[in-house]
T-cell receptor, first 113, second 113 residues
């Protein structure tokens, strides 16, 4: 069965600093990978997704992620964080041919002004 | 465009009382539908998914059940709530027949007292 690990439970960065959120997955075949963001008490919004092709994918709000098969990783990055980026971020994987997502436990991002 | 509605937004229920959470999707037909539960520090756990009317798959044994009486309606129920049923419940949908992201509702905060 597939699994997702987000090793950082909490991350604090200063506004304007760069950000990288880590995500490692376990799946035997080509995974379909997603990053979602959740504001407090809200649903999840898709930031970006990787299905195939270019391993560097661009998303909304200035985020990008890079798929590295050799490291089983799909880390999320942003060059300059804004205070409004404070939220919880979830990495998810779906097995090929299916739509059921397996989520990581999330990383809570705090942005210091 | 497609929209997903989930209600109520918050709910406080006594132990042993019944539960009914409703989710409807507009602007698409024959969607895959999902119920997730989110507990603090534990990410999102898939509870049920449905690929069609009356077709429900349960992912984990629990005190809850789901039904899909209409194509775009998904209901989460319980006959007798337990304290451990407290959490944040999210409904989601995805397109049938292709690998796509899931689109989430705004969630229901359930507190069992």
């Amino acid at each position: 069965a597939q699994s997702v690990t987000q090793p950082d439970i909490h991350i604090t960065v200063s506004e304007g600093a760069s950000l990288e959120l880590r995500c490692n997955y376990s799946y035997g075949a080509t995974p379909y990978l997603f990053w979602y963001v959740q504001s407090p008490g809200q649903g999840l919004q898709l930031l970006l997704k990787y299905f195939s092709g270019d391993t560097l994918v661009q998303g909304i709000k200035g985020f990008e992620a890079e798929f590295k098969r050799s490291q089983s990783s799909f880390n999320l990055r942003k060059p300059s964080v804004h205070w409004s980026d404070a939220a919880e971020y979830f990495c998810a994987v779906a097995p090929g041919g299916g739509n059921k997502l397996t989520f990581g436990t999330g990383t809570q991002l705090k942005v210091e002004l | 465009s497609q929209t997903i509605h989930q209600w109520p937004a918050t709910l406080v229920q006594p132990v042993g009382s019944p539960l009914s959470l409703e989710c409807t999707v507009e602007g698409t037909s024959n969607p895959n539908l999902y119920w997730y539960r989110q507990a603090a520090g534990r990410g999102l756990q898939l509870l049920f998914y449905s690929v069609g009317i009356g077709q429900i798959s349960s992912e984990v044994p629990q005190n809850l059940s789901a039904s899909r009486p209409q194509d775009r309606q998904f209901i989460l129920s319980s006959k007798k709530l337990l304290l451990s049923d407290s959490g944040f419940y999210l409904c989601a949908w995805s397109r049938t027949g292709e690998i796509t992201e899931a689109f989430f509702g705004q969630g229901t905060r359930l507190t069992v007292v």
